[in-house]
């Protein structure tokens, strides 16, 4: 518990906790507010047939594009914040010193990474409400009604989409987290990190039937709300299927993140 | 560098180094720390060939040799950092492997270059290092921030400290536990005079308190103030070990300083005394080495003051650089990428 709370502490003083919310929330507010000062005028997503971007301060329906753009694009910043936080505990020796100090290794990053999922929740929870509170200033810049907002069906959605967008960013996060661990540095865990989410997203123009199955991919399914990630890409699984895979490649990430840290040995 | 450097001795106290205190000698089971035939390869690469290494409790023990020798492999593997292939190692009585890492609660150490969160001060970053292993205090943390001498820099983020600051910070987070063992490599590193001085004071203080440290150092002048007991390495091997006084003084040698232009007189006129093995001038400028054993220092004064020449300075034994250099010139020899220096030129049939 010590761990996980000066974990939390740490990561509250940590400029890349707050470079990373503010780039997220930062694009999102700025789409927003785009959106809204054009009065949708700037072209329709996906040709003549796609959606009316003013949707994008409609409510209910802001509602699911703001966290699906969140968990969608969010997955790109869980997973370089994941692999910033585990690659720092090598570059900077402050791993070292724990074990020097008698830590359990495994210990150590699990609950390192367990500070790393709560700030993403945090994360979530707060990107939210301020894309919320834009889309709402946003709706009343271009004329369109907010009364949609009390939407009790949207409302009543929102805590297991919630709960499903968190958990696929905590896999992301996790994902960053292990390669960054393998990596043993920061720089290394962010570059593959972020290799990885294009790659995948590459891939799954060719690779449709394997991809599907990939992290990101599972993540986009797990949360069903489309996302910011990716443009067109494999079909996506079941849901539940989805979630399934998400918790698989959660778990397996740690295991690897685990083990790996528990066997190395540390020369830096 | 800090508002109050001194401040690291300030819990005071010295006794004098080169006298072992009587847990030494007391018992055979009094060691704080050993080693039984450690191995360690990296790769092809032997670091650690079978170390042997006796720590007494409650002394300072200097850990001594050239780069390569396989101190900060020693390090490692007492602190569990990385594994060895063969041999054991003991930690306070006890055997000690990886699995047992709860035996590292009672030990202290600050191994290589001390490692913090640039972004948190130095208070936060104590606070976070006291969060892993053994519990520790606020108070704690405040009575260490006064010892080293970073109290009123302490709510300033490590990234702005020099590197003697922050040496001083891992020292204080070695001491967070109040071990009974630390294990320090080079702690001097970066440390100003003042704070050379006062981290000499604070350790012998340690050792008065019963505590054992195991200090590893490249300043030998340093590690002859400081340490009761010093281990030279060299080639992943133990070349010699024992009490430095026993060391030193046990060295058949006196070294006399007379004026530079009487060096070779004196030699000639020190060169007739019987029992004698020989004499070299030394590199320092009107040093002379004598060959001879170092209870009989009175004598080469005497023969000097009968030749008209008189001794500024005598010493009797050797110092640890020459020791150090005696005992792992060989090994130094045998290893490529030893660090030559630029060759002093000899004169035409200069045979030293």
Known sequence: MRIFLSGLRKLQRRPATWLTFGILTGLLVMIIFAVAATGGEGGQGGGPDGPDPLTLVTFPLAYQLILGFIVGLGGLFAVTYGAAIAGSEWSWGTLKMAVARGESRSRYMLLTFGAVAAYLVAGLLFSFLIGVAAAFIGANLAGVPTDGMNNADALGALPEQFGRGWFAMAEQGALGFAVATLARSQLAGIGVGIAFYFGEAFAGIFLPDIVRYMPFNVATSAVGLGGGGFGAGPDPLPQETAMLLVGAWLIGSLIVAATFTERAEITG | ?352
């Open chain 2, 1 to 352: 560098m800090c508002a109050n450097p001194g401040r690291l001795a300030a819990v005071g106290g010295r006794s004098s180094a080169g006298t072992l205190p009587q847990e030494m000698t007391a018992s055979p089971d009094g060691l704080a720390l050993a080693t039984h035939d450690l191995r360690k390869s990296y790769g092809s690469r032997l670091a650690l060939a079978g170390l042997d290494i006796s720590v007494p409790t409650g002394v300072v023990y200097g850990f001594l040799g050239p780069n390569g020798a396989g101190k900060t492999t020693t390090m490692r593997l007492l602190t569990g950092l990385i594994h060895p292939d063969h041999g054991s190692i003991e930690l306070l009585g006890r055997p000690f492997s990886g699995r047992d890492r709860r035996r590292l609660f009672d030990i202290g150490a600050l191994v290589e270059t001390p490692s913090f969160y640039p972004f948190l001060s130095g208070r936060e970053n104590l606070r976070a290092i006291g969060a892993s292993g053994a519990p520790t205090t606020k108070a704690r943390i405040e009575e260490l921030l006064e010892l080293v001498g970073l109290r009123d820099r302490a709510r300033d983020k490590v990234s702005g400290y020099s590197l003697g600051m922050k040496q001083r910070l891992g020292i204080a987070a070695a001491l967070l536990s109040d071990p009974q063992l630390l294990l320090l490599d080079e702690p001097a590193n970066g440390l100003d005079p003042a704070g050379i001085v006062a981290i000499r004071e604070t350790l012998r203080h340690l050792a008065a308190e019963g505590k054992t440290v195991f200090v590893s150092s490249h300043l030998l002048g340093e590690v002859q103030q400081m340490a009761d007991v010093i281990g030279i390495i060299a080639a992943g091997r133990l070349v010699r070990e024992g009490s430095i006084t026993e060391l030193l003084h046990g060295a058949d040698l006196v070294r006399v300083k007379v004026a530079p232009h009487e060096v070779a007189s004196a030699a000639k006129h020190l060169a007739s005394l019987p029992g004698l093995d020989r004499v070299e001038p030394s590199a320092d400028a009107g040093w002379l080495t004598v060959r001879i054993a170092a209870d009989r220092a009175a004598e080469v004064n005497r023969a000097l003051a009968d030749a008209g020449i008189y001794a500024a300075r005598l010493e009797a034994g050797s110092d640890l650089e020459e020791l150090f250099l005696t005992l792992t010139a060989d090994e130094a020899e045998s290893h490529e990428g030893t660090f030559q220096g630029i060759a002093t030129p000899t004169a035409p049939g200069d045979d030293r």
